[in-house]
């Protein structure tokens, strides 16, 4: 052992391994490996002969890895060099199941008094709260609202020339990240030494300081994003940074209010977590734990607070960094039809930039296949997989672009115990390859692999935040249920206050936290991401996907098959050989009622039960124009073919006795069927706009009904309507109204069957009236799509309502 000057006052180091405790003196390196000479010895497979190095540099102990084969690990994070830390878990060779080291003494400066606990409530043998791993090297720049403190991955002298950037070889910076576009962006050095960032028409952007640009000026200090990169201009060197996942989260004083600020949900949470953190958010009803992930997830911006994402301000940066996070809601964002692999390639075409080869976007969904194991599983249908097994395909959904952070909301909801710990030991697994992991969940059965444990009482405030094993005994109590039931019963107990009086509190959130404090003011407002692929891309994908969906639904298909037979069985047995008095109006009404259940039955159910899936992709990107006209595209094409379908089944063969023979402008039965047609059309999206409106799927089936006994009665076929107040103005607003007075102005129903009912004008046999009705038809279908459109915009998450739908 290497002898060194003892430094004055330097602390001694109490290190506890399971074949005991030694006592460290600083004038002495300790050498850590399987070598039987080392001073602390691991017979382990794992552990290098000579593999770490323990010694005490001035005032403070330092562990240093000794190129070791398997790495060495503090808190989970691997290191090669790091600043020793009282309570921290040591660990050689594996960061989960590795030999285990524990220092037990806090190496203190000379005369600092020790950082223990005193006076928190633990069980019996519990180890002193564990401070969270330090993180990476002092602050490099410090741009307005936004920052990196860490060392950058690479230096490069500032170019003299224009440099391009992109994914393609042929770049002078190559990014190896399928978010970046084959041909980027440019950073243009000009003759007078400034520089400036330009866009190369990428698909998902290029950010200037968190903000889109397209074109713009670039100095000292500020950050250029691309993908998972960032650029920073630091004296006369380029330094990159490269985003890997190992990121931390700082929430500072986060506050939601609603009511006009009357009411607090979320009130004053602060806690910081660190690199590939397992973080667990626990509590009863009520106590914002939905409303805590909305606003760590940007989706739902807090009012109060911040959120810094690696040191940087993830509202003012959101534009940016939003790719960099992934979120699992509680409900499946998943078409149930799909299989496993099918589910996955569309998300990666909405996800990836056009430019993305097919063999690109397939390897990266096979890469994530193999790590959340379900190789077995990709040929199957989703709605087949078990519960566990779904939500493990919703994870791989959101690992597609790689994200640093994942949140999930209740991923265990619904699953036996089994399944709930098979669940959480996967997060575990995707934390411990480099990631930070929030979870929100209302079960206590896996907490143990966790990493940190966040309680919050009823009124949003934080009773709790800390390692788990230490909750229970903090709160005084020996199972959860008892701690779940005093919340409830003791709503006047200060559970906040307690907390932030306790060493618990100091250890976890004062001293743990690795960003300086922001003074509490209403955050920025985030600025939603760009398109990640171009309007007609998305649209293309999602009318590829849709039809997939729809062809798998074999329900689906044998109703739209049998309905427009069923219906045009019917009109012919009233039809007869010919249309007479006694048959047409029955006939052409039948007609009606069948396009409009034929267009409405499609549609109505569409939008509400994918509503989950539509809010997940609208974050990330998805137009929304583009999603409803795929509906209007996919749906519009079955429902005309239906139509077209039920008129012929009615009708072919059929004597119309059109005056003369002839129709307005075109043969009776082409006018007839493109009636139904446009009919069918325009009920199809009135169907979207009642599947917009309601909020649960079972309710649309009644409504379909009351849609057609509205039709039916204004349609003018039963009742007389033109002349009688309210009654006919209201009947404008009936598609069934205009598609019956285009057929009976085909057919001349006034000369057929004389009466009060058909003396309507609106059944004239008169071009102009003929083409008023159609063109009615096209103006209402036009109409209830455009109402559709604010519809979706109100199921959006918060941030992205503040932009214009397209």
């Not at 037990?104 to 969270?132: D, F, I, M, N, S």
């Amino acid at each position: 052992m290497a002898e060194r000057p003892i430094a004055p006052a330097a602390p001694e180091l109490v290190l506890e391994t399971d074949a005991g405790s030694t006592v460290m003196n600083p004038g002495q390196d300790y050498h850590v490996g399987r070598d039987p000479l080392s001073d602390i010895v691991f017979d382990d497979d794992r552990v290098s002969w000579h593999h770490a190095v323990l010694c005490c540099d001035h005032d403070r102990w330092t562990l240093r890895d000794a190129q070791s084969t398997n790495g060495t690990y503090a808190d989970g994070r691997r290191i090669e060099e790091w600043d020793v830390r009282p309570g921290s878990v040591i660990r050689f060779g594996n960061p989960s199941d590795g030999p285990r080291a524990v220092p037990l003494a806090p190496p203190e400066p000379a005369g600092a008094e020790p950082v223990e606990p005193a006076g928190a409530v633990q069980p019996a043998g519990a180890a002193e709260p564990a401070e969270p791993a330090a993180h990476g090297p002092s602050v490099v720049s410090h741009p307005e609202l936004t920052g990196t403190y860490r060392a950058p991955s690479s230096v490069r002298p500032l170019p003299v020339r224009t440099i391009r950037i992109g994914r393609a070889e042929d770049n002078d910076l190559v990014v190896d990240d399928l978010t970046v576009s084959r041909h980027h962006a440019e950073l243009r050095a000009h003759a007078d030494g400034s520089y400036e960032i330009a866009d190369l028409g990428s698909h998902n952007g290029t950010f200037l300081n968190g903000a889109p640009v397209t074109q713009a000026p670039v100095g000292p200090g500020d950050l250029v994003g691309i993908g998972h990169i960032t650029y920073c201009l630091v004296d006369d060197e380029l330094q990159e940074y490269v985003d890997t996942g190992e990121v931390s989260l700082d929430v500072q004083d986060l506050t939601v209010t609603v009511d006009g600020g009357g009411k607090v949900i979320l009130d004053h949470v602060s806690f910081p977590v660190g690199e590939k953190c397992l973080l667990a958010v626990v509590g009863p009803s009520g106590s914002g734990k939905s409303t805590l992930l909305g606003a760590l997830t940007g989706q739902r911006p807090a009012d109060h607070g911040t959120v810094l994402y690696d040191g940087r301000d993830l509202y003012h940066d959101y534009a940016e960094l939003c790719r960099r996070i992934g979120l699992v809601p509680q409900d499946d964002i998943l078409h149930p039809q799909l299989t496993v692999r099918a589910a996955l390639s569309y998300a990666a075409e909405l996800r990836f930039p056009g430019d993305t080869a097919r063999a690109e976007r397939q390897a990266r969904v096979d890469e994530v296949i193999r790590e959340l194991g379900l190789g077995a599983r990709a040929g199957q249908p989703v709605h087949s997989l078990s519960g566990g097994q779904r939500k493990r395909v919703s994870v791989a959904l959101e690992l597609l672009t790689k994200p640093s952070l994942l949140f999930l909301d209740e991923p265990t909801s619904g699953l036996d115990p089994g399944m709930d710990r098979s669940v959480m030991h996967m997060l575990r697994g995707l934390a411990d390859d480099g990631r930070t992991v929030i979870v929100v969940t209302h079960s206590v059965l896996s907490l143990d692999v966790c990493d940190r444990l966040l309680v919050l009482a009823p009124g949003g405030r934080t009773a709790y935040y800390g390692r788990p094993e230490d909750a229970l005994a903090f709160f005084g109590f020996e199972q959860w249920p008892e701690a779940f039931e005093a919340f409830d019963r003791d709503q006047d107990r200060d559970w906040a206050g307690e907390y932030r009086d306790s060493p618990f509190h100091r250890y976890y959130v004062t001293e743990a936290g690795t960003q300086p404090r922001l003074p509490s003011a209403a955050p920025a407002v985030p600025v939603p991401p760009p398109l990640p692929r171009g309007w007609g891309a998305q649209l293309g994908t999602l009318v590829r996907r849709y039809t997939a969906v729809l062809a798998a639904d074999r329900t689906f298909l044998a109703v739209m098959i049998a309905l427009p037979f069923v219906m045009g069985a019917m009109a012919r047995a009233l039809a007869g050989g010919r249309l007479t008095r006694d048959t047409a109006m029955n006939a052409l009404l039948i007609l009606c009622v069948g396009a409009v259940l034929t267009g409405a039955a499609n549609a109505v159910r569409e939008l509400v039960k994918e509503r989950a899936v539509y809010r997940r992709e609208r974050a990330v990107g998805l137009s929304r124009s583009a999603y409803l006209m795929s509906k209007v595209v996919v749906l519009g094409t079955v429902t005309v073919v239906q139509a077209v379908v039920l008129t012929l089944v009615a009708l072919l063969g059929v004597d119309l006795n059109a005056p003369g023979g002839r129709g307005v402008l075109l043969p009776p039965l082409a006018e007839i069927t493109l009636a139904v047609a446009l009919l069918a059309f325009t009920a199809m999206t009135l169907g979207l706009l009642v599947s917009a409106l309601v909020r649960k799927e079972e309710v649309t089936m009644p409504l379909l009904v009351l849609l057609a006994i509205v039709q039916v009665v204004f349609c003018g076929a039963l009742l007389p309507l033109h002349g009688v107040p309210g009654l006919e103005e209201l009947s404008w607003l009936v598609p069934a109204r205009w598609a019956l007075g285009a057929m009976a102005g085909t057919i001349g129903l006034a000369r057929t069957v004389p009466g009060t009912v058909t003396a309507d004008p609106m059944f004239r046999h008169s071009a102009g009236i003929w083409l008023l009705d159609m063109g009615m038809l096209l103006a209402l279908s036009v109409v209830y799509g455009l109402l559709v459109l604010p519809l979706l915009r109100r199921q959006e998450p918060a941030v992205m309502r503040g932009r214009a739908a397209r």
